[in-house]
């Protein structure tokens, strides 16, 4: 006899923004020729990312709405605030590596050029793993009998939609294997006004 303890919540929500879209999509056009790349040195992956670069902060403000929401719904006294934006372009055979957000609060996505039918949303990984890895092998542990320790989630989502989800849980984006791009907005959510807490730590 078991019993499963601490389920972890994502929030779903959906802003419907074709002019951001359309912005992120001239952006995205603006440099698509170029070798410029904002990976930070020690992420393995290959993706299009503005996370080191310039991208328009004036663009947080799209969000109040949906903040707003949330805090309502997870019961958050304090006004959330988003530090840090970027955009993540995929081009074709395109990634992202399995990561978190630490020590980040919270931390959305935002799938704003995206089919349903031609590509994948992010993979959540079950933060038991990294533990139960450490701790025992193969050899040493009945794999079949905890499957559970090392399920992935992927929710379904639809382009518009914007997933919110606890920083420390490790996620990953799977290649993409439509010719087709796909950009999603990222951005890390504090308590505190202009605190600054790094992605990837």
Known sequence: MYTDLFPTRLYKYNLQAPDLRQSMLDRYASWKDHSMNGTPEGWSC??????????????KKRYDDVLREWRDEFGLFDRPYIDEIWM????????QESHSHLPGFFSGIHYL??????????TFQNPQDSIHSFMFDDEFLDGDIN????????????????ILFPSHLKHFVKKNDSKN?????????NRIAESTRRVFS
């Not at 503005?50 to 004036?58: C, H, L, T």
């Not at 399920?151 to 379904?156: A, L, M, S, V, Y």
């Open 46 to 59: 290959d993706v299009r990312t503005e996370f080191q670069g310039a991208f328009p902060q004036e663009i």
């Open 88 to 95: 993540n372009a995929y081009e074709q055979s395109q990634f």
């Open 113 to 122: 050029v995206y089919d349903p039918e031609e590509h994948e949303a992010t």
């Open 147 to 162: 499957k559970h320790l090392c399920e992935n989630h992927t929710p379904k989502v639809e382009e518009g939609d914007i």
């Open 181 to 189: 791009l796909r950009i999603t907005i990222s951005f890390n959510i």
